[in-house]
């Protein structure tokens, strides 16, 4: 029974375009998202570290050594039994650092971009057998059906389709997201029709050959010997060795790091695949005694490895040899797809961009397409040269042997990254080049055919097929020596030691709290587009924000440091660490040190200690519970506080400020006090620079009123805490300051009443006799110069009563009890009203009015009484306005405060005078025009609407006329304080 080697190809194709189109479907969402995201569709594409082994590899072994065969299954379950304390912790690295490859972790934890390079290389040395061993086992299998067929010819057919097909499954880089979800799916396709086909093999030979399960035993007890030598043959060191590369394969194989990691949808998929990669391996292990047992019944001439095919042959069953076929096919193309997309990653970034970056500023992504196409080519070439130069004349054991020891000695620098801090970049290089080179002198060239340089030299235990497993640990234990011993007596770099902080489980880095040299995102994308592009930048700086959940335009320097921290990851999973780190310190710096310590980043403690709250457990979680009271006792506090750095940055903001300043701590906690509403920074910041420990009774105006604040500092620099600052408590002493206004004021009545009443009682008696006297003079005579004297002495008197009447209403003004029933007044109206009150008197019809007052000028006070005030100060106006003139009246805001001016065209107010005319009975009119309490009523007003008034003269100092009064009231602002993000822009500044 034969094929043709066109219906093989044709079949190939099909079943490869059955598996694109699925991971299409997939990647546009055309196949429910239930099936894409099943925990089962991952820990099915986690079956893709069988390979060929599973179809035809695990029979070889099981004809030679027995039942050896399930170490190769047993050492990976094992490492994901022990995923909480072995996978896990990588799995939190890589998402939290976008580490897609073992060759970023190495870049990353050690902080050497030639760590990285060595992983890649030392890797792709030991991948190119695993690739020849695919690429034999379907040109073997495929010769076996149409024999006659150039192997060559098959072999590079094949290899050219999987250069095609891993180029459209995952090339294609979607910058949202590093999980190719499609490529997830046709690898768990493939792990299905794996099995299935290995099932239906085993079903249809236990069935067709033995004619049932128990014609199965009875043969079995018919041949014991063959039965016993399953058990008998295994070899204790090869189980040993098989195992343990199998164990490290979990961490170190390309293609199952990415799988695992780099696929990983979530650490629960990682939780399920714990105890179902092993169940589904168990499965895949089921048919091997089966597959084998039926070969050895109808004694195929086929090799042992390819008993299944010999099977199906020799039922003459095309169907089931095309079956086993299409699986062998499935196994090689899902394991060579995703391990040269593994390592194409690793080229590009360890070995590619540390070379060459693009330096034309074009599109960026379409470069690293374009480059990872390319190396996807040469990796697979690479590999089909091996096979046919030395890979075809391997056995299949052979192959995985040097593949699975070569990659083995990167275990040691993985175990390093999670269990060992004190391992440095300079030891894992000295393991790494001492292991790989014992292997190559004593696995490779023994075991492919080349010179066996401990034989030559007549060593007394040189490599054999039969003891290679001893050499496998040799390398190993070479490697781990080199790797502790070089870093024990060399010391880690301060680079490496944080990241060995950040990559141990459960450790809490406390990166510095420096200031970056770009002050906002808007210079980021600046910065960063001389490396990558205005485009690139722009859109890497605005995806970093949006992860963040940060406005696109930053200035809180804690906000840009977790900016500029999520930008190197992402370009990490983009170039590698190495070389993004590389960039982001380049180009994104800080500004130096002062001295040689910096304070540390608060803001990134707090919140990684959230994130470890639940996890922080004995003395650790005692200390948690005791911080996080301290700072919810801080928090709560009734008194308004805040702690600010050395550097000006905000570190704390409690409740109680927030209540005072209407400002939420997320908005300000992380930027400088300079990003403040302006009465707040200048406040504060005048305060901690000063020297002056506490200020009393500062007056601040706040949502159209006024406040009054106490404010004490306190430095927290001393010997536990040397990275300094200030706390600062602010005492809203403002229900204080009215209750002593309204106990003076009601002093100052009390006085002022007791004066009235005793200048009533003194001069207003005599002055009605005096009055009296006057009128019966007038009244005894018709002299005309007495009458005339008898009326003067009226006036005079009537003048006093006005006087006492002007004294008596100046002692009631100025009650700040009324204060709290101040409403919000508009100062258009109250003006308006004032002309209206001027213009019903025969006074000034010549003059006109003009009030200039924006309606939406609202200030909060009593209305009747601004109008007292502007009746008042437009009166004075008029009566100094010549024939014909104006009077203006305008008013604007300024800040938190209303101006408005009452600008007149009349001769001005002498220099001399401008000091005294808000005394009591001072006047600059004529006799019998003024009592001058007027201005004395007006400043006792504003003064109770804590407003000031000040004086120009002249107004027009071309002409040296007019006279401008200038009142400032605190403005009302209905809907609070501005919020204080848009002042940030004045951090630039």
């Known amino acids: 029974m034969s094929f043709s080697l066109t219906a093989l190809l044709s079949c190939s194709l099909l079943y490869l375009l059955l598996l694109f189109a699925i991971a299409h479907l997939a990647e546009r969402g055309i196949l429910p998202r239930s099936w894409i995201h099943h925990p089962l569709t991952y820990i099915l594409s986690l079956g893709v570290y069988a390979g060929i082994w599973a179809v035809y590899g695990a029979v070889g072994i099981a004809a030679e050594t027995g039942y050896g065969f399930l170490a190769y299954y047993l050492g990976i379950s094992g490492a994901y039994l022990l995923a909480p304390v072995l996978l896990n912790p990588i799995l939190r690295i890589g998402r939290a650092y976008q580490l897609s490859s073992l060759a970023d972790l190495f870049a990353f934890r050690y902080r050497s971009q030639f760590a990285g390079s060595l992983a890649t290389l030392c890797s792709g040395i030991a991948i190119l057998s695993l690739l020849s061993m695919q690429i034999k086992a379907v040109t073997d299998t495929a010769s076996l059906l149409a024999p006659g067929v150039s192997h060559a010819l098959i072999s590079t057919l094949f290899s050219l389709t999987v250069v095609l097909f891993a180029a459209l499954f995952g090339s294609q880089r979607d910058q949202g997201s590093e999980s190719h979800r499609g490529l997830v799916v046709a690898i768990a396709f493939d792990s299905l029709i794996k099995l299935l086909a290995l099932l239906a093999l085993s079903g249809v030979a236990i069935y067709s050959i033995f004619g049932s399960y128990q014609g199965l035993e009875d043969w079995l007890g018919s041949h014991q010997s063959l039965a016993g030598n399953m058990e008998l043959n295994v070899d204790d060191g090869s189980w040993r060795a098989l195992m343990l590369m199998s164990f490290a394969g979990a961490l170190v194989l390309p293609h199952m790091f990415h799988m695992t990691f780099a696929e990983n949808p979530s650490p629960r998929a990682l939780a399920k695949a714990s105890w179902g990669l092993p169940l589904y391996l168990l499965l895949l292990a089921l048919p091997v005694p089966i597959i084998l047992w039926s070969g050895m019944e109808l004694s195929v001439n086929t090799p042992p490895s390819y008993m299944a095919i010999g099977i199906a042959q020799a039922l003459e069953n095309p169907a089931l040899a095309l079956t086993v076929f299409i699986a062998g096919l499935s196994a090689a193309s899902g394991l060579m797809i995703v391990s040269t997309l593994a390592l194409a990653g690793m080229l590009l970034n360890h070995v590619v961009l540390p070379l060459r970056t693009q330096t034309d500023h074009g599109d960026i992504y379409l470069w690293l397409r374009r480059i990872k196409r390319l190396l996807i080519g040469i990796i697979i070439f690479t590999a089909l040269l091996f096979h046919e130069t030395l890979g075809q004349r391997l056995g299949l054991f052979q192959l995985g042997i040097l593949a699975l020891s070569g990659v083995l000695q990167l275990l040691p620098g993985a175990l390093g990254v999670i269990y060992w801090p004190e391992g440095n970049r300079r030891g894992l290089i000295a393991g790494l080049f001492a292991g790989m080179a014992v292997w190559i002198v004593t696995l490779v060239m023994p075991l492919s055919y080349g010179p066996n340089l401990l034989a030559l030299a007549d060593a007394p235990l040189f490599p054999t097929n039969n003891n290679w497993h001893i050499f496998v640990f040799i390398s190993l234990t070479v490697n781990i020596s080199a790797f502790a011993l070089v870093s024990m007596v060399t010391k880690s770099s301060s680079e490496e030691s944080r990241a060995a902080q950040a990559c141990s489980w459960g450790a809490l880095s406390r990166p510095q709290r420096r200031e ?144 005072l300043t209407g400002i939420d701590a997320e908005v300000v906690v992380g930027g400088r006090l300079m990003a403040l509403p302006d009465h707040w920074h200048s406040l504060l910041d005048d305060f901690v620079r000063g020297e002056d420990q506490h200020r009393y009774k500062h007056r601040l105006d706040l949502r159209g009123r006024p406040h009054w604040l106490n404010l004490h500092k306190a430095a927290l620099s001393g010997p536990d805490h040397t990275e300094g600052g200030s706390i600062i408590l602010v005492e809203d002493q403002t229900e204080t300051r009215l209750l002593e206004d309204e106990l003076m004021h009601s002093e100052r009545l009390a006085s002022v009443g007791r004066l009235a009443a005793g200048v009533a009682h003194e001069i207003g008696n005599p002055v009605t006799g005096i009055s009296s006297l006057a009128q019966n003079l007038k009244l005894e005579t018709d002299d005309p110069d007495i009458l005339q004297t008898a009326e003067q002495i009226q006036q005079q008197t009537r003048r006093i009563s006005t006087i006492l009447q002007s004294l008596m209403n100046f002692a009631r003004t100025g009650n700040h009890a009324q204060a709290n029933r101040y409403e919000p007044a508009s100062i258009h109206r109250c003006v308006e009203e004032s002309i209206n009150l001027l213009s019903l008197s025969d006074k000034g019809r010549g003059i006109s009015y003009r009030n200039d007052c924006p309606e939406d000028l609202v200030v909060l006070g009593d209305e009747q009484r601004l109008v007292q005030v502007f009746v008042n100060l437009l009166a004075n106006a008029r009566d100094a306005s010549p024939e014909g003139g104006e009077i203006r009246v305008s008013g604007n805001h300024e800040g938190y405060s209303a101006i408005i001016e009452v600008t007149d065209q009349g001769t001005g107010i002498p220099a001399d005078q401008l000091d005294h005319i808000f005394e009591p009975f001072y006047t600059t009119k004529g006799p019998n025009q003024g009592t001058g309490l007027g201005l004395s009523l007006v400043y006792s007003i504003v003064e109770e609407h804590y407003g000031n008034l000040q004086v120009e003269s002249p107004a027009d100092p071309e002409n040296e006329r007019g006279t401008c009064v200038r009142l400032r009231l605190p403005a009302y602002d209905a809907g609070g304080e501005l919020h204080p993000l848009s002042q940030n822009e004045r951090s630039t500044h």
């Not at 990851?569 to 993004?580: D, E, T, W, Y």
């Not at 780190?581 to 304070?599: I, T």
């Not at 003395?619 to 008194?639: C, F, K, M, V, W």
């Open 516 to 659: 970056l040299m770009a002050s906002s995102s808007s210079e980021f994308v600046e910065q960063l587009s001389e490396p990558l592009g205005r485009n690139v930048a722009i859109r890497e700086v605005e995806r970093a924000a949006h992860q963040l959940k940060l406005p696109t335009v930053e200035f809180r320097p804690y906000q840009l440091r977790r900016l500029r921290d999520q930008i190197e990851i992402n370009l990490s999973g983009l170039l590698g660490p190495a070389v993004a780190r590389d960039m982001v310190k380049r180009h994104l710096s800080f500004k130096p040190l002062a001295s040689d310590g910096g304070p540390q980043d608060i803001h990134y403690m707090e919140r990684a200690l959230g994130d470890y709250q639940n996890q922080l457990t004995g003395l650790a979680g005692e200390l948690d519970s005791l911080r996080r009271h301290y700072r919810q006792t801080l928090q709560n506090l009734p008194i308004p506080a805040c702690s600010v750095g050395e550097d000006g940055e905000i570190l704390m903001w409690n409740h109680a400020m927030v209540a």
